[in-house]
Each structure stands twice: as structure tokens, then as C-alpha cells.
């Protein structure tokens, strides 16, 4: 409990000062978000980009595999050829139905295999487009983080400019307060920042940072403008206009 009625302050200059650190506050917030806006954008530029390489890899091995199927299918057919010249040079019945057997095998395979090739192309179909929306995706992505980060270090360099406004009008009204006070608010400061200043609400009669209800009489202290510190979170109080 720090309630010291010997340090008188204007009240004026408290509202002046929690204004400013409200300000301060809202600057500095708003200048840590730029750099997480940035960071969000280049994780969807990254998931994009990492969509594209999945959708090229599932494109190359079903090229791949449609191309071995095609390389079987030719070295198959090329092998009923050879089964059909062997089949006009057979020596016997046994040899020709052999031979002519082994050639419906081949065939029936090659028909089969040749089904799955046409499926392998239509799915080559399917993921070439895929690779065309993930290109176009990454794209856009690249685009929307470069709009953004354009934004972001214009919006950013706004902020920091009226952050030095804000600093400064800030020093200036810390001139104002009260030699004596002056370690104790700038300890409070380095702790809470804005929060080292309360107003008080004069309907609850409570402190406006905690809620905690205020006595009359430290109440009417601060009316009569002494530096009166919340007893539950040592804010600085003052009265609202
Ligand atoms: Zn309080």
C-alpha cells in the first residue's frame, strides 16, 4: 500500500500521461503485428510452394509408371511377333498350339495392360491440370506477399513515425511529474507500461486497471490531487473527465 498524501500532481497530467502510454501502447502493438503478418504470408507462400513439388512429384512417377506399362506393352508385342513367325515355322501340330496358345496369353495381358495405360493417361490428364492450379495458386500467393509486404512497411513506417511523436510528447509530460514520484513511476512504467496508470471509476468506486473498490477518502484524495496508488495493483490513479 503506497498512498503517500505529500506528493501533490495535477490530474490533468496523469489523464495526459496514461493517454499517451495508452497511445504508446497501441503504436507498439500495432508495429509488432507488421512482422507476424509478414512471417503468416511467407508460410502460405511456403505451403504453396511445397503443394506445387508434391503435385510434380505425383506427376512424374505417373509418367513414370505409364511409361514402363508402354515399354512392357512394345517389348510384349514384339515378343507375339516372334511367337508368330516361330508359329508359321512349326514342325508340328503340338508345336503350333503352343505357340498359338502363348500368343492369346500375350494378347489377352497386352489388352489388359493397354487399359491400364489409357487410365495411366487420363490420370497424367488429371495431374498435369493439378500442377497448372498449384502453379497458379503459388502464383497468386507470391503476389498477395508482395502486396503485402509493400503495405505492411508503408503502414509500418506511418507507426513509427507517430511513435516518435507519441515518445516524445510522452517525455515531454514526464518533465511535469513531480521530482519525488519520479523513480516510482518510472519503475511502475518499466513493469506494467500503460497499465501504471489507472482512472478511477467513480460509479463502482473501484480502481479502473483492477477492479478493486477504492475508499472514499483515497478517493477524495486524488480529487484533491494527490498521487494515490491503487492499494491492490499500485496504479497510479486519476479521475476521467
Ligand atoms: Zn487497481
Known amino acids: 500500500m503506497a498512498i503517500d498524501h505529500r506528493i501533490p500532481v495535477s490530474l490533468e497530467l496523469l489523464r495526459q ?3 499517451v502510454h495508452k497511445q504508446q501502447a497501441e503504436l507498439q502493438g500495432q508495429l509488432d503485428r507488421g512482422p507476424r503478418q509478414i512471417k503468416a504470408g511467407e508460410a502460405l507462400v511456403a505451403k504453396a510452394s511445397q503443394e506445387l513439388e508434391s503435385a510434380k512429384q505425383k506427376l512424374k512417377q505417373a509418367k513414370m509408371s505409364c511409361d514402363e ?6 517389348s510384349r508385342e514384339d515378343g507375339i511377333k516372334s511367337l508368330q513367325v516361330k ?9 503350333f498350339d503352343t505357340f498359338k496358345e502363348q500368343i492369346a496369353a500375350d494378347e489377352q495381358a497386352n489388352l489388359v495392360l493397354s487399359d491400364e495405360i489409357l487410365e495411366a493417361l487420363e490420370k497424367i490428364d488429371e495431374l498435369t491440370a493439378a500442377v497448372t492450379a498449384a502453379e497458379q495458386e503459388l502464383k497468386q500467393q507470391i503476389a498477395a506477399q508482395e502486396k503485402r509486404v509493400v503495405e505492411v512497411s508503408q503502414r509500418m513506417l506511418v507507426k513509427e513515425e507517430e511513435l516518435v511523436l507519441v515518445r516524445e510528447r510522452l517525455a515531454k509530460a514526464e518533465k511535469e511529474i513531480p521530482a519525488s514520484a519520479r523513480p516510482d513511476y518510472d519503475r511502475l512504467v518499466d513493469q506494467r507500461g500503460e497499465e501504471a496508470l489507472a482512472p478511477i471509476d ?3 468506486e473501484s480502481c479502473g486497471g483492477c477492479y478493486q473498490t477504492l475508499t472514499t477518502q483515497l478517493i477524495e484524495s486524488v480529487r484533491l490531487q494527490f498521487l494515490i496508488r491503487c492499494p491492490n495493483c499500485n496504479a497510479m490513479l486519476y479521475l476521467a473527465k
Open 17 to 19: 500521461l496514461h493517454h
Open 69 to 74: 506399362k508402354t515399354l512392357q506393352l512394345k
Open 87 to 95: 508359329l508359321n515355322a512349326a514342325k508340328s501340330n503340338r508345336e
Open 202 to 204: 467513480l460509479e463502482d
